[in-house]
């Protein structure tokens, strides 16, 4: 089956090659608004900020953020197991709970960070934008080392329709629809998408993703409004154990997760402008791992159900002041809840927590019409339960020659701690003692322009993390404390070209050292903060090229992403366990559009897209993978495990 497809994704190139040469057409700087929360274009953003399109995105036939992710530098992206397994992020070296993560402004982290990225596809996007560095002075807690925030694609002009499905390996499919129009005053975006796939495993590795989408925009000359809605039902198996064994035939989890967003302003005065913003985002999940059989009494067995909600109002003024100045102003609150219950052949455990935070910021803009631009922050929050924290931010951009420009930023950062390390649940011990994790950051960049095609920059960054929750085990007392200490540095560097042709390329390298300054509880060599030992699962060097050609007769995007050796600690089915180090890996990707068929009003484009193109074996995180070698040379062979190999997927879009 890959192969006739795999030959049918190459055939798309030389169509293209012989395409006519276009006459050159200007090109388009993104605008990004997470960065500062006012529109700006990101030549001018005072921060390191990458833009993902959703164009880039269907081009290259990526249906889920933790693809797109892996192509931004300073990214570190770890999968566990197969299709939908739990997925972490961590930016500059960062931990995986200091990214804040939003959808049409909504926050959508667990209470105290965390995000499984596996439960974010690409639907119905307009453009993803990644700022590296502390935020909290925007966006309170969780924004320790970086922000993504994800835009719904807007609808524009007369009701278009958009169908697309494809097929391929590993019993894989996925289809979506769409439906988007609108006028100066009024616009809807609609869209719903179905993922399926039957996984690497020999069994139980299915995974099952729906998902709805809608952004509604009212306009009108003094006011706006903007509603989106977004909402995902998650269906992962996974047959394997906290080893990587693949032993379980029926252990599973579900979720879903509803995202609402409202924002709206009001122009109250010339240059001045009032804007609220509501945002909800409820998650409901279910974990189970039940008896494979009657006779089935060795194991841990369990259900667990979790319920969480964050509900948010943000109010601010956006003043502008004389000499290109904007000042914002505003206030928060925000609540937080979660239940958790756990019934398993150990006994019953189950909790409830809740908490309010309230805040307020203020933000100094400028940005004038000479080549350079000023942010400086600051922001004083108070929860009910850790009391008071103050955070502030400055940066700036400045361009000192026709195409060079230079930026830099420095600020802090705060992690409230999650309910589970407050309040603990099955088999672990809560500690109401805790307080917040902090960051203090620093980065300064370089960028060089040649002829307006050819683009190089260079970023060096260095943060330093105190006040991180360790896990110590204990029956009897709290299992968490506040304790390490860690920092991160390293170099961030990024070139680019696009040509009038529709030749494009780009590369990033990632370079980032990682440092225990300050150990946990523990000083074992498998902890999770041993003394001077670097973070777990960040890898020293990541480089990712790609190079694609894109003419309205087709197009072909060809991908190559390098991840270097990572530290990790294996834990086997003994309850054994073994500090070693992963395997570099390279995975390539190839994707095309081959156009069958344009008019002014209808449009269908044969897709496909080869996965993992020359077949690597690897793994993000040890002992999910076929035949896991060890850091001195002995491995582990697996059972029952496929591999995640070559997946190539084709298909059909139709517009109309």
Known sequence: MRRPALQLLLALSPAMVTAQVARDTARITPVVVTATRSPLSSERAPAAVSVITGDQLRRQGITTVLDALRQVPGV???????????????????????????????????????????????????????????ASVLYGSDAMAGVIQVFTRPGAGRPRVELSGRGGGYGSYDADAALRGGSEAFAYSLAGARHSTDGIQLFNSQYRQSVGSALVTLRRERADAQVSVRYSD????FPTDGAGQVVDSNSMHRDDRIAVG????????????????????????????????????DGYYFSTAD??????????????????????????????????????????SAFTARRRTVGGYAQLLYAPAAPYTVAVGIRHEHNEQFGNFF??????????????????????????????????GAFVIGNAALTPEHAFSFDAGVEHTVGGTFTIGATAFSNSFRDLIDYKYSDSQPNYFNIARTRSSGGEFEARIELASGLRADAALTYVATRVVDPGTSLATTALFAPGARLLRRPMHTVDVGVGFHRQRGSVDLRAHRVGPREDNYFAPDFSSKHVTLGAYLRTDLSGELPLFTESTRRVTLTARAENLFDEQYTDVAGWNHDFALSDDASIARTGYRGAGLRVMTGLRVAF
Request: aromatic share 6%.
């Open 76 to 134: 570190a992206v770890v999968q566990t197991g197969s299709y939908g397994g739990a997925t972490s992020l961590f930016i500059r070296g960062g931990e995986s709970k200091f990214t804040k993560v939003l959808v049409d402004g909504v926050p959508v982290n667990d209470a105290g960070g965390a995000f499984d990225f596996s439960s974010l596809s690409t639907d119905n996007l307009d453009r993803i934008e990644i700022v590296r560095g502390p």
């Open 234 to 237: 998650n269906n992962v198996h």
């Open 262 to 297: 409202v924002d709206a302003g009001v122009r109250i005065a010339s240059g001045v402008e009032a804007r609220l913003s509501l945002a909800s985002h409820d998650v409901h999940g279910v974990s189970t791992n039940a008896a494979d059989s009657p006779g089935d009494t």
């Open 307 to 348: 319920r969480s909600r964050r509900r948010s109002a943000d109010l601010r003024l956006n003043i502008d002041l004389p000499s290109a100045v904007r000042l914002s102003v505003g206030a928060q609150v925000e609540r937080e809840w979660q239940a958790s219950g756990t019934e398993s052949n150990f006994g019953p």
């Open 391 to 424: 955070t502030y931010r400055a940066a700036g951009s400045a361009r000192i020659a026709a195409s060079t420009r230079v930026r830099a930023s420095i600020g802090t950062a705060f992690r409230e701690p999650t309910f589970l390390e407050n309040y603990g």
